[in-house]
Each structure stands twice: as C-alpha cells, then as structure tokens.
C-alpha cells in the first residue's frame, strides 16, 4: 500500500521524544480517554501512545495512522494494552469505515496536521453513530491577539508545518467542528511546557453528534 503521508524525519524525532512528553500529557491522556466504552475509532494514533491509557470497558479500538513509520510503531505496542487494538493505515479525511459505525472517536494532537481539517471533521462525525461522542486533545489557536499573530506568521509561509510533520499552531479547531455539526460538550485549555510556547494553548474535551 502506497503511504498517503510521508514525513520520515519528524516522524522518528517524535517517536524518540514521546518519552519526555508522556510525563506531562500521559495524565491528559487518562482524562482523554476515561469512560469510553464500545466499538473506538482513533484517527492519526501516531505511534500509539494512546493505546495503554484506554479504559477496559472499551470494546475493540480501531486506529488509523498514515505514516508507515509510526505506524509500525504503533503495530508494536497494540499487543500491550488492556483493551483490542487493530492498526490500520487511513487519513481524517477519508476514514475507511461505514457510516455511524463507531460509538466514540478519539484524535489527539492530529487536527493540526491534517490537510484539510474541516474535512476530516465532517469524516468524524459521518462514522460516529447518532450521539455519539468525539474525544479530542489537539493545541488551537491562541485567544491573545499577539500570540495568535505569531501562530499565523508561522503556519502561513508553512514555516512550522514544514519543520514539525504538517503541524499548524494556530487552528481554530473548535470552530472546526461545530461547523461540521458536531455539539462541544466540554472543553478546558491548558499549557504544554512554557505558556509562551507557540504550540500553546491545548483544549481537551468532547463533542457529541446530533441524536436522530
């Protein structure tokens, strides 16, 4: 199968780094993931650091991961969690699954890669099933006007995209999926590191589709 995403060099920093990362956002990642249950779908699951945070009341995980490097990794590590985990390769924008077929969906710092982000929101709320719940963990869009002009002077020459895997610092993710109709529920922001970071804020929170 031909690789749809190919970032060879990020995708091995990443993965050496994700260590140091994990004793900051591996709790975020519990709090992501507390009370999922039945079928799960995760979209951009990297090298599946996600995958040893999720609760045993799930029923199977199905993650989509487009870099063949990551991916492998993630491959590795499936085995090790509590709950099935099959690793599949797909994009947001054009999950391989049927219509409202997943009771929750799970992305985690993926929406800032993505190509086309509004895209992969209505993907995501084309496979959950009618109130179903959305899982996100992503960095927006800063609401100070001088920050969020940094982010902008970054993402707009692809400057930092280039530099960081496709990474955007300066999305409004939030706005993103309410527009494809999806409801936020529940949404708190925080700091990665130094609150001066470009990166910064993260949101984490949860969305739901429409019920019928």
Known sequence: MTDTVRHPIF?????????LME????????ELLAGLSGQVVEVGA?????FAHYPDTVGEVIAFEPESYLRRNAARVAPSARVPVQVREGIAEDIPLEDESADAAVVSVV??????PRRAAAE?????KPGGELRFLEHIRSPNPRKARLQWSLDRPRLW??????CH???DTLATLQAAGLRIERASSFDLGPPWLHTNPYVLGRARTPRG
């Open 111 to 116: 929406l800032c890669t993505v190509t086309d």
């Open 161 to 166: 995209p280039r530099l960081a895997g496709g």
């Open 23 to 30: 004793r900051e956002i591996g709790p975020r990642r519990d």
């Open 169 to 171: 610092c300066g999305r």
């Open 46 to 50: 990297g090298n599946g650091a996600n």
């Open 124 to 128: 995501l709320r084309r496979v959950l």
């Open 11 to 19: 995708a091995r920093a990443f993965h050496r780094i994700t260590p």
